[in-house]
């Protein structure tokens, strides 16, 4: 598939780096004075290209906030990260917008497509949102919709779905730009088994692609055979980072 | 993402009409009160409109149309000895009482005009000749003489009532603007106007006059002022004096002000509650824009497309209903209903205001929305 347009961004700093994702010294705390709660309390991370990562670990550990401050949708306190060379902490939000336009994808757990918009459309909006014509879009929505095997669903709103199928959806929408890194919070969540399993093998075979990278956020135990890392979160820190295959033996 | 955003406003059925009402109510209720309430200014200023002549002498201390100082009858030589007047003539007004031949009676407001030139008659002559007022005991009744004094079968020209106990013959019907008081009209020569009312020691009510060529009638009014010391106007300046009379002296502009505010306020009410609703009912979806990348900026073009859409389509039906309203209910005059392109101009302008206040609320709301959200579930 083309670029869908020119990088807004510098050229990378530093192509040959082995990491997509790095991520160092990250603080994060919420709320003011006593009520201040500290959530991550300094995680390094780092994500290699071609590499599936899954970030675990029980409620209020930190996964969540972690991916979003990963996606520039939140602010470090203290800490750096670094994606692709560039650095979050020296973006505006408008940059940031627009650099999560260029390089990264979401899968949401609630996958919020637009109720109003059929599955194609919904799959085309990272393209519209680029201002790409609208016609065009449409038609590379549809070669990623077939893909992800939604072909005979382009029409349908996102209340006829069932749940595998919305997900799916959510996935085309997030692959339709080419992002390099594509960020997952907890995709299976919401599914069956057999569904979930089909859903993360798709996300999987992304992952590996060599210029890309997965972060997912799971409590899902069944899918832990699809990450090359898993890093377990515990009050704020990643306290282990394990290769999968530790975890399958 | 203009059609992601008007599918988004159109998806969501019942806040898209409940939008789309609330406007369209706010819209009609404004024009219609608007339009009626200048068909009133309208009315109010007929006495002036009717008669049709640039400059009006009067009673120095005169506040309205209707409100008749009458003059001595030297005043209209004094004004034709006014340097710059290329005629004057007296002119007869008042309210007397019309006999009918079935013995009722009914309000008229008796206009005498001058015989000779006939400079005063109404401009529009539905049946029969004005000219033929310089015959005896004849009269010119309007369109609401007709309808009041019998109706066309008993109300036509040839047909016959009396005016305190005078003999009246109708020889021409004439379409004339209602007054403020919905009386109608009844025109005969100013002599036999006088003979027809009860004696006084003063009956001209007014000098109309027209200034030669190359004299403004501002210019002429201000002469014949300062020669003479009565008042005179032109005919804009005498009707807007009418016009403010009636506000500061009927309520009118306090009634219909405080409904064209209700009509704002309602409008803004409804419009505003519900396009917040919508907003926060939206806040995931504009949430997970904002995540994929969709700035504050492309987030509040969507808004404001999305208001001023239902907005425009709220304006278009609410005029269209109001004008609907003025060409059925008040069609043929019988309500005062006067649509100017200044009230559309300003109801469009309240309903633009309405939209942009309703979008910035939902903007502000939506510039603070975290995209993180989109993770929380």
Redesign the interface.
């Known amino acids: 598939m083309d670029e869908v347009s020119t990088s807004t961004f510098a050229p990378e700093t530093d192509e040959s780096a082995p990491w997509l994702v790095r991520a160092k010294g990250l603080t994060k705390s919420f709320g003011e004075g006593h009520a201040r709660i500290p959530v991550l309390k300094g995680v390094d991370l780092e994500v290699a290209p071609g590499e599936v990562v899954l970030l675990v670990g029980p409620s209020g550990s930190g996964k969540?906030t972690l991916?979003?401050l990963i996606?520039g949708?939140?602010e470090v306190d203290d800490g750096e990260i670094n994606i692709l060379g560039h650095t979050l902490g020296n973006m505006t939000a408008?940059a940031k917008?627009?650099?999560?336009?260029?390089y990264?994808g979401?899968i949401?757990?609630?996958y919020?497509l637009?109720?109003?918009?059929t599955a194609v459309?919904n799959a085309a909006?990272?393209l519209?949102?680029?201002g790409m014509n609208?016609t065009e879009a449409l038609a590379r929505a549809e070669e990623i919709l077939q893909s992800v095997g939604m072909g005979a669903r382009l029409g349908a709103m996102p209340l006829t779905l069932s749940g595998g199928e919305q997900q799916r959806v959510a996935i085309a929408?997030a692959l339709v730009s080419e992002p390099r890194l594509l960020l997952c919070?907890e995709p299976t969540a919401s599914l069956d088994g057999e569904t979930g399993h089909r859903v993360v093998e798709k996300l999987h075979e992304i992952g590996k692609r060599h210029d890309r990278a997965v972060i997912i956020v799971t409590h899902d135990s069944r899918i832990f055979e699809f990450g090359d890392r898993i890093a377990h979160m515990e009050d704020g820190r990643i306290n282990q980072i394990q290769q999968a295959r530790e975890v399958q033996a | 993402?203009n059609?992601?955003a008007l599918?988004?406003l159109?998806?969501?059925r019942a806040k898209y009409l409940m939008l789309l009402a609330g406007l369209t109510f706010s819209t009609m209720l404004i024009v219609q009160q608007g339009s009626i309430f200048w068909g009133l200014m309208m009315w109010s200023m007929s006495g002036i409109t009717n008669v049709n002549v640039p400059v009006w002498v009067t009673d120095p201390n005169i506040n309205q149309v209707e409100e008749l100082k009458p003059l001595a009858d030297t005043a209209v030589t004094r004004v034709r000895s006014v340097p710059g007047v290329e005629w004057a003539v007296p002119l007869y007004k008042g309210v007397q009482r019309a006999r009918l031949r079935d013995g009722n009676y009914e309000q008229i407001s008796l206009v005498g005009i001058d015989s000779s030139t006939l400079i005063g008659r109404p401009q529009q002559v539905l049946a029969g000749r004005i000219e033929e007022l310089r015959a005896p005991e004849t009269v010119a009744v309007d369109q609401l003489a007709v309808e009041r004094l019998g109706g066309p079968e008993k109300i036509h020209v040839g047909s016959v009532f009396e005016i305190n106990d005078h003999r009246a013959r109708i020889v021409a019907i004439v379409r004339t603007q209602k007054s403020f008081q919905n009386i109608p009209f009844v025109y005969t020569t100013y002599e036999r106007a006088l003979g027809m009312t009860p004696p006084e020691r003063r009956k001209l009510s007014y000098v109309l006059a027209q200034p030669v060529e190359g004299v403004a009638a501002e210019e002429l009014a201000q002469r014949i002022q300062e020669e003479t010391g009565l008042g005179a106007y032109t005919e804009e300046q005498f009707g807007w004096k009418t016009v403010r009379w009636i506000l500061k002296n009927t309520g009118i502009g306090v009634n219909f002000g405080t409904t064209v505010l209700l009509g704002f306020i309602v409008g803004m009410a409804i419009a505003g509650q519900t396009f917040y609703l919508f907003t926060v009912e939206n806040l995931?979806?504009f949430?997970?824009?904002?995540?994929?990348?969709?700035?504050t900026g492309?987030l509040a073009k969507m808004i404001l497309l999305q208001s001023f859409t239902v907005g425009l389509t709220g304006y278009g039906i609410g005029v269209g209903l109001a004008t609907l309203f003025g060409l059925t209910a008040a069609g043929g005059g019988r309500l005062p209903f006067v649509q100017t392109w200044p009230l559309l101009a300003g109801v469009l302008i309240a309903l633009l205001m309405i939209c942009g206040l309703s979008s910035a609320i939902s903007i502000h709301k939506l510039a603070k929305l975290?995209?993180?959200v989109?993770?929380?579930?």
Do not use: Y
Not at chain 1, 97 to 102: A, G, V
Not at chain 1, 114 to 117: E, F, H, I, K
Not at chain 2, 287 to 295: E, S, V, Y
Not at chain 2, 374 to 377: A, D, E, K
């Open positions: 969540t991916l979003s996606a949708m939140l408008a917008s627009q650099f999560r336009l260029e990264l979401f949401f757990q609630q919020h637009l109720p109003a918009l459309e909006i990272p519209l949102i680029r609208r929408r919070d | 993402m059609v992601v599918k988004m159109f998806g969501d995931p979806h949430g997970a824009l904002k995540a994929i990348g969709a700035g492309l975290e995209p993180a989109v993770f929380r579930g």
